[in-house]
């Protein structure tokens, strides 16, 4: 099972909106709704940000949302703040029933 | 509030079996909703999905292509835990270990992460 496809990075200035991409395949992310993202600051653990492709997880802000479209999901970040800059990966079920995730994504806040 | 605490050595020589626990407070290790999973992280990479255990009716377990051949992951219902081992490792297994809570819809829950390498 090959990696979901990332950006390597994506960047973007304090109140602008950057959208992250996570494409994969009809036996993954195009068949089914169980798509979760996860932010990972420097020298933490994953956190859960979106799950089941748009639905957040208590807690986390609304400028966080999710959606998808064919064979790739999109995580967009609105209002862009300081704290948001981390590391993004998106995770996938899949028809063998195991899980993939995607090779991750660097968010810079300039 | 659920919380996962992970143990196990962090030095592993070449060709021998990677161990590891992941002990749930706050949870079952057998509950009909959750699934308990390891990820793994090599240093300054991504994150890999490994492998998987459930209880619905009866355990389920399900593994990454990647190491099936040399994986096995077992739950402890009288300790409440769950267990990670992998044979015959290599360097390229030196890695973040993180033990997850989750199902289908994503993994909520996190271990702190134990770093384990693989050297002689």
């Known amino acids: 099972q090959s990696a979901l496809t990332q950006p390597p990075s994506v960047s973007g200035s304090p109140g602008q909106s950057v959208t992250i991409s996570c494409t994969g395949t009809s036996s993954d992310v195009g068949n089914y709704n169980r798509v979760s993202w996860y932010q990972q600051p420097p020298g933490t653990a994953p956190k859960l940000m979106i799950y089941?492709?748009?639905n957040r997880p208590s807690g986390v802000p609304d400028r966080f949302s999710g959606s998808k479209s064919g064979n790739t999901a999109s995580l967009t970040i609105s209002g862009l703040q300081a704290e948001d800059e981390a590391d993004y990966y998106c995770l996938s079920y899949t028809s063998s029933n195991t899980f993939v995730f995607g090779g991750g994504t660097k968010l810079t806040v300039l | 509030q659920v919380q996962l605490q992970q143990s196990g050595p962090g030095l592993v020589k070449p060709s021998q079996t990677l161990s590891l626990t992941c002990a749930i407070s706050?949870?079952?290790?057998?509950?009909?909703?959750?699934?308990w999973n390891w990820v793994r992280q090599p240093p300054s990479r991504g994150l890999e999905w490994l492998g998987r255990?459930?209880?619905?009716?009866?355990?389920?377990?399900d593994y990454a292509v990647s190491v099936t051949s040399r994986i096995a992951i077992k739950p402890d219902t009288s300790k409440n835990q769950f267990s990670l081992q992998l044979s015959s490792v290599t360097p390229d297994d030196t890695a973040l270990y993180y033990c997850?809570?989750?199902?289908?819809?994503?993994?909520?829950?996190w271990g702190q992460g134990t770093l384990v390498t693989v050297s002689s």
């Open positions: 706050g949870d079952d290790v057998s509950s009909n909703s959750a699934a």
């Open positions: 255990t459930y209880y619905r009716s009866k355990w389920y377990t």
């Open positions: 089941d492709v748009s």
């Open positions: 997850t809570k989750g199902g289908w819809s994503g993994f909520d829950t």
